[in-house]
């Protein structure tokens, strides 16, 4: 179980397959994001629509609210969601530092997030009660979840770290990586006695855009021989050069035969980079969140709905997009549900943006396979235009 084949390489880029108990996984792929137990607003059956293989949930959220162990006693997230397809959760490390500053319950002042060697001290961002996460804490929250990917705690250290936080910070994710792994030893031993499925763990690379802490930091993980591997704290501030510099600086430093995730990574350039640079695997919130703000990928550039001269267009969103959207419904009519606040543009802006992520991995995976990735590469780039 979690074999990973690799198929066809064109230069770095990849086509493989990665193998769970709930499907296998065809990469490079891209993961809708179903961070409270859904993607907002779309259902599960139009994911299927698009061609979706794989899901990721947010363990800091689902631990606050429905809470963990009543999923675990709901018989998982896979029954819990309806959603019988691999899913991967998030250690919540991200969500603890980004989110713990912004509790609703700010009481006195106090710091809502304090990191230690154990562990890290938060409030809630639902009500502002105080949570402890740690290693082990966070394996035993996702074993509870039931995903079939799972990930270490790390810290996510800001992108602008000095040096030397970004240094401790790193180390203090290597110690925790350690950790995970011994309870995630122990989590397999008790999910075969009960007869459950495996869970893959994957680590997770630090180091901010320091290249010598990012070396450091892919040697130290390699070492562990664990199902996939991670790269964290990237696109959050740092440029786009400074993200591909450091993908490139860690790669002679990792197993080929393991699934490579770039965490939190969603715009159509990035994907096509990231591929470019062996990434298999990528998620983020962005295209339901833009869509929601009236912004739409397409094929020369992201089209913001709202504006003017959308106004009576009768073209689809994108001419080169196959979704039911682009198919069905003009630029005009979208334009006039945003314009009057009906709920329905945003659905349909959410859809079609995760179909054309989605489709671009499956395209770039096809193209590999065929030897022609490189020519998509620049035909993709003759057209797209960052806006």
Same mark, same amino acid.
């Given at each position: 179980?979690?074999?990973?084949?690799?198929?066809?390489?064109?230069?770095?880029?990849?086509?493989?397959?990665?193998?769970?108990?709930?499907?296998?996984?065809?990469?490079?792929?891209?993961?809708?994001?179903?961070?409270?137990?859904?993607?907002?607003?779309?259902?599960?059956?139009?994911?299927?629509?698009?061609?979706?293989?794989?899901?990721?949930?947010?363990?800091?959220?689902?631990?606050?609210?429905?809470?963990?162990?009543?999923?675990?006693?709901?018989?998982?997230?896979?029954?819990?969601?309806?959603?019988?397809?691999?899913?991967?959760?998030?250690?919540?490390?991200?969500?603890?530092?980004?989110?713990?500053?912004?509790?609703?319950?700010?009481?006195?002042?106090?710091?809502?997030?304090?990191?230690?060697?154990?562990?890290?001290?938060?409030?809630?961002?639902?009500?502002?009660?105080?949570?402890?996460?740690?290693?082990?804490?966070?394996?035993?929250?996702?074993?509870?979840?039931?995903?079939?990917?799972?990930?270490?705690?790390?810290?996510?250290?800001?992108?602008?770290?000095?040096?030397?936080?970004?240094?401790?910070?790193?180390?203090?994710?290597?110690?925790?990586?350690?950790?995970?792994?011994?309870?995630?030893?122990?989590?397999?031993?008790?999910?075969?006695?009960?007869?459950?499925?495996?869970?893959?763990?994957?680590?997770?690379?630090?180091?901010?855009?320091?290249?010598?802490?990012?070396?450091?930091?892919?040697?130290?993980?390699?070492?562990?021989?664990?199902?996939?591997?991670?790269?964290?704290?990237?696109?959050?501030?740092?440029?786009?050069?400074?993200?591909? &510099?450091? @993908?490139?600086?860690?790669?002679?430093? +990792? #197993?080929?035969?393991?699934? /490579?995730?770039?965490?939190?990574? =969603? $715009?159509?350039?990035?994907?096509?980079?990231?591929?470019? &640079?062996? @990434?298999?695997?990528?998620?983020?919130? +962005? #295209?339901?969140?833009?869509? /929601?703000?009236?912004?739409?990928? =397409? $094929?020369?550039?992201?089209?913001?709905?709202?504006?003017?001269?959308?106004?009576?267009?009768?073209?689809?969103?994108?001419?080169?997009?196959?979704?039911?959207?682009?198919?069905?419904?003009?630029?005009?009519?979208?334009?006039?549900?945003?314009?009057?606040?009906?709920?329905?543009?945003?659905?349909?802006?959410?859809?079609?943006?995760?179909?054309?992520?989605?489709?671009?991995?499956?395209?770039?995976?096809?193209?590999?396979?065929?030897?022609?990735?490189?020519?998509?590469?620049?035909?993709?780039?003759?057209?797209?235009?960052?806006?």
């Amino acid at each position: 179980m979690f074999n990973y084949t690799l198929e066809k390489t064109e230069n770095k880029a990849r086509a493989g397959i990665f193998e769970t108990e709930h499907g296998n996984i065809e990469t490079p792929i891209f993961m809708p994001v179903w961070t409270k137990a859904t993607v907002k607003s779309i259902i599960k059956e139009e994911l299927d629509e698009m061609g979706a293989e794989i899901i990721l949930n947010n363990t800091y959220h689902l631990y606050l609210r429905p809470w963990d162990e009543l999923i675990k006693n709901f018989w998982w997230l896979h029954t819990f969601q309806n959603y019988h397809k691999p899913i991967l959760t998030d250690s919540g490390g991200f969500q603890v530092f980004s989110l713990g500053e912004n509790s609703r319950k700010n009481i006195a002042n106090e710091k809502m997030v304090k990191i230690t060697e154990e562990g890290v001290h938060f409030r809630s961002v639902v009500d502002g009660s105080k949570h402890f996460f740690s290693p082990e804490k966070v394996m035993d929250i996702q074993s509870n979840l039931g995903a079939d990917i799972i990930m270490a705690f790390d810290e996510c250290a800001p992108w602008d770290s000095t040096r030397e936080y970004a240094e401790k910070a790193m180390k203090r994710t290597h110690n925790w990586l350690e950790r995970c792994y011994s309870q995630w030893q122990i989590n397999e031993k008790k999910r075969a006695e009960e007869w459950l499925h495996k869970q893959a763990l994957f680590w997770i690379i630090q180091g901010v855009t320091y290249d010598d802490l990012r070396r450091e930091s892919a040697k130290f993980v390699s070492a562990l021989d664990l199902p996939g591997i991670a790269i964290g704290g990237l696109s959050v501030g740092e440029s786009k050069e400074d993200m591909y &510099r450091i @993908i490139e600086t860690v790669e002679p430093y +990792l #197993p080929i035969n393991k699934p /490579r995730y770039l965490m939190g990574v =969603g $715009t159509p350039e990035d994907l096509i980079e990231g591929i470019a &640079r062996w @990434i298999d695997m990528f998620d983020c919130v +962005l #295209p339901t969140r833009i869509g /929601r703000h009236g912004s739409a990928f =397409g $094929t020369y550039g992201n089209i913001k709905i709202k504006n003017e001269i959308h106004k009576l267009s009768d073209k689809g969103l994108d001419e080169e997009c196959q979704c039911k959207v682009c198919k069905n419904y003009s630029r005009w009519y979208l334009r006039h549900l945003m314009m009057e606040n009906e709920i329905l543009w945003l659905r349909l802006l959410s859809y079609h943006n995760l179909y054309f992520l989605i489709h671009l991995t499956k395209k770039a995976r096809k193209a590999i396979k065929e030897w022609n990735f490189e020519v998509m590469r620049s035909d993709f780039w003759k057209k797209y235009k960052i806006n």
